[in-house]
């Protein structure tokens, strides 16, 4: 494509451009300037557009904000360069020098800016400034329950032997002001949150030859360094999927040792296995869904930039594409330097870097890996954010070849039942990833087999190919589950919007508010928490928030271990707990026990004939404090047990569920 430059002039940024004049001491402002780009090429999606963050070369003070505007059908895509000077006149120096790293999190712009030893905090609508954090040496961003986590070199920029261990910082995301810290690896890099803990990527850059080879697992409770996990050398880029596992790139040592990739999954307890190698040279990697989209240099030369491409099926852990189809206008490809992907859409971008002093590029590619267009950028593009959180987008529409069912089961933790371990059957060698895997074989596609959730607590979590619609006044999904008359085993149903686009069921939980809350409010129990410990081929001890204690016992009928065998400690679980709906109707030495049903609001509460009693609205979201929340939608749902009680020879009450379907889908 031809390169074009289109300069903003009007009186409105004359005026800014004098006004700013004034303020710097006779520097100027470099106005941002516009490229349009050809109609119709960027796939609708909901999401807006996308920031691009240049480094600009270290000791330049040239990092720099591009917009890539999406388009709509007022205004035409275009590519607007250098947005963060014009639109803050006042800031001596612009935004730094170097630029690394560039995320959204609610309403807020969130930059790194390193040599310059700031977080910039910018609105994530107009790239205004609010306000910054000073951090030494700050690398990278992870967002978790309020807080950013900013990892730090800590040390000057500069080569030693003698650099110092690195920091994580905590910092308020409404104050903006630093709360915690705590000491990692030798030049953190990047981060993720899985579980309660932050994986952070240790690289030990500063003292080649030697590197750092490390993940340092912090507990976000405590905020604490808990154990370390040995990799490869020069750790770079870390990314969790949807399933809690980690991806990883080695840069290795640029000599002998090659870059790799890594996986490090978990076993059934959440401890970290041993990583698994990957054969593949990764310098950026991108997670949307299950798969996982890289780049890398396939030449031994580090110099010669031979571009190599792929995607993966994290599920699967085998590499079943590559990302980019070949085109001419790849030889054009300097120096590949990231690559994002459009989590709607799945179209992506390749960031070019060329030769670091100059504007680098910017290709897009469709989403067969197919060349479309590519741009002028600021130097050295290096990340990217899309802007336009999900919770403020419209409903996506179904694409063509979706379904009306499961598409997957992302999380399977019973508690202890004496179905458990049955259905699903655990085998020796699973772990939480194949029981999953097993969930969603039973369940995906409207196959209608039967999944046990255990006792109170046990839950299962599963998505559809696309968002569940809220049609105000309507019901929007129906879970089917296997009560009949006289055996109702309720479970609470929660929603979850995935504000964070990363495919994870790791955002804010809304629990659907059912009947009993208003049938019998002096019943109910909010915040409950109930504790199981493993006891093998024996009754299961509890405890709960409430001073009781009790067991899941064991009978005749089923002799298999009851407590979940891919989980080797204890289990807790904070929720809802409903009250008690089972009363024997026999005798104590001819029992016959009867669980009634609920009025609505609950799977396994009705027979599945009956759709109306099995059908959520998620119109019925509260959040915490039972105030109603307003959702457009759900991307995860989630299905636990909501009753603590024992049966007789019937045993415990466990919510079990067989399917669920989009009311709404249109074939």
């Known amino acids: 494509m031809k390169k074009n430059h289109y300069i903003l002039v009007s009186l409105c940024l004359m005026t800014l451009l004098l006004a700013a004049t004034a303020c710097r001491n006779d520097d100027y402002v470099v106005l941002s300037d516009t490229q349009a780009l050809p109609p119709s090429t960027i796939p609708a999606g909901q ?32 590519y607007h360069r250098n947005i963060y000077a014009e639109r803050n006149p006042s800031e001596v120096k612009e935004l730094g020098d170097v630029g690394n790293d560039i995320q959204i999190y609610g309403n807020r712009l969130w930059m790194t800016i390193n040599c310059s030893n700031k977080v910039e905090v910018a609105t994530a609508d107009g790239c205004l400034k609010i306000g910054k954090v000073d951090v030494p040496n700050c690398r990278y961003l992870a967002f978790s329950g309020g807080y950013a986590y900013v990892s730090s070199y800590v040390g000057p920029v500069q080569m030693s032997g003698d650099a110092p261990l690195g920091r994580v910082y905590k910092v308020d995301t409404l104050t903006l002001q630093k709360v915690d810290s705590v000491v990692v690896g030798y030049q953190p890099e990047e981060m993720a949150v899985v579980d309660g803990r932050l994986y952070v990527a240790n690289s030990g850059g500063y003292r080649a030859p030697n590197y750092d080879r490390t993940v340092s697992v912090i507990d976000l409770d405590s905020f604490r360094e808990v154990e370390k996990i040995d990799v490869a050398p020069n750790l770079h880029r870390l990314r969790a999927d949807r399933y809690g596992q ?49 780049i890398g240099n396939s030449s031994s030369n580090t110099q010669s930039h031979q571009l190599q491409s792929g995607i993966i099926n994290v599920n699967t852990r085998q590499q079943v594409a590559s990302a980019i189809t070949h085109a001419p206008e790849l030889e054009d490809i300097e120096l590949p330097y990231g690559i994002v992907v459009n989590p709607e859409t799945r179209d992506f971008y390749l960031m070019d870097a060329k030769n670091y002093v100059s504007s680098g590029q910017l290709f897009h590619f469709l989403a067969d890996g197919s060349f479309d267009w590519k741009v002028w950028t600021g130097d050295i593009p290096t990340a990217a954010a899309f802007v336009g959180s999900r919770l403020d987008v419209a409903y996506q529409p179904i694409e063509e070849g979706g379904s009306r069912y499961i598409q997957a089961v992302d999380e399977y933790v019973p508690a202890p039942g004496q179905f458990v371990n ?60 296997n009560a009949h008359s006289g055996a109702s085993e309720a479970g609470i149903v929660m929603v979850s919007i995935d504000e964070n686009r990363n495919g994870i069921p790791d955002d804010t939980w809304f629990e659907l508010k059912g009947s009993a809350d208003d049938e019998k409010p002096e019943a109910m129990t909010y915040h409950y928490t109930v504790t199981y410990q493993p006891a093998s081929l024996a009754d299961i001890p509890w405890t709960d928030s409430k001073g009781n204690m009790g067991f899941i016992y064991r009978n005749g009928f089923h002799q298999q271990e009851y407590y979940p065998q891919w989980i080797k400690e204890n289990l807790s679980f904070t929720g809802t707990l409903l009250p008690p709906n089972a009363v024997n109707q026999g005798t104590e030495k001819v029992p016959y026990w009867v669980l009634g049903s609920f009025g609505y609001g609950y799977v396994d509460n009705a027979e599945n004939r009956n759709r109306e009693a099995c059908s959520f609205d998620i119109g019925w979201a509260v959040d915490e404090n039972r105030k109603p929340v307003k959702l457009p939608g759900a991307d995860f749902i989630r299905v636990y047990t909501a009753l603590n009680q024992q049966c007789g020879w019937i045993g415990e009450t466990s919510t079990e569920i067989t399917g669920a379907e989009d009311l709404h889908f249109q074939e």
């Open 47 to 78: 999401l807006k557009g996308m920031y691009v963050l240049c480094e600009g070369n270290m000791g330049s003070n040239k990092a720099s904000v591009d917009y890539l505007y999406f388009g709509d059908s007022l205004q035409p895509a275009a």
């Open 246 to 294: 980690l991806w990883v790139s080695s840069r290795g040592d640029y000599a002998s040792v090659p870059s790799r990739l890594y996986l490090i999954a978990a076993d059934g307890a959440g401890r970290r296995l041993q990583p698994q190698m990957f054969d593949l040279p990764v310098s950026d990697l991108c997670i949307v869904g299950d798969s996982l989209y890289f």
């Open 422 to 481: 049955t259905m699903p059957a655990y085998e020796e060698g699973d772990d939480a990833r194949t029981m999953a895997a097993k969930c969603t074989e039973a369940l995906a596609g409207g196959k209608g087999g039967t999944v046990c959730l255990g006792g109170y607590g046990g839950y299962i979590t599963f998505h559809f190919d696309h968002r569940i619609k809220n049609v105000e006044g309507e019901c929007d999904f129906y879970i089917a589950g």
